[in-house]
């Protein structure tokens, strides 16, 4: 990144904070998302448990042990999440074949079905048909701005 002499010091704090702002409406519009995403996965859903099946479906077949690590969840809260997944029959547990001790994790096809169902709701594209208008260069742009945020120092 590069920044000018004309870059004042307040007018920097004054960018960063409508950054920040900008981030606090995001994350507000998010988590509403996620709630009403939940509901409709299984009317009663809690936020949390919907995450879990996200990144079940993103990432599996996948161990408890690497969720509860990727999600940074504590055991006890991820095999209640878990079990109840399962119990709605959206989750199954499979025997990890490179450990005999350890269970994989991966979202049924019923739970496949019904998680693209939300996603493909024109009600939830909110996101994907905004930046749909956008040329594909601010897109990619927006992309890198947002990768350099969340690397780690």
Do not use: C
Not at 17 to 22: A, H, M
Not at 23 to 29: I, L, P
């Amino acid at each position: 990144m590069t920044t000018t002499h004309a870059d004042s010091p307040d007018d920097r704090l004054e960018a960063i904070r409508s950054v920040e702002g900008e981030f606090v409406n995001m994350v507000g519009r998010f988590r509403r998302l996620i709630v009403r995403r939940a509901d409709r996965l299984s009317p009663g859903l809690l936020p949390g448990t919907y995450k879990v099946f996200v990144t079940i479906s993103q990432s599996g077949p996948i161990t408890a042990t690497a969720v509860a690590e990727q999600m940074v969840l504590d055991k006890g809260h991820l095999s209640r999440a878990v079990s109840s997944l399962e119990g709605l029959g959206l989750v199954m547990r499979t025997p990890d074949p490179a450990d005999r001790r350890a269970q994989l994790l991966e979202v049924t096809p019923e739970g496949r079905a019904k998680f693209e169902e939300i996603r493909d709701d024109p009600s939830e594209r909110t996101l994907r048909d905004k930046l749909a208008q956008w040329n594909v260069h601010d897109v990619r742009r927006l992309a890198t701005l947002l990768h350099a945020l969340n690397e780690e120092a």
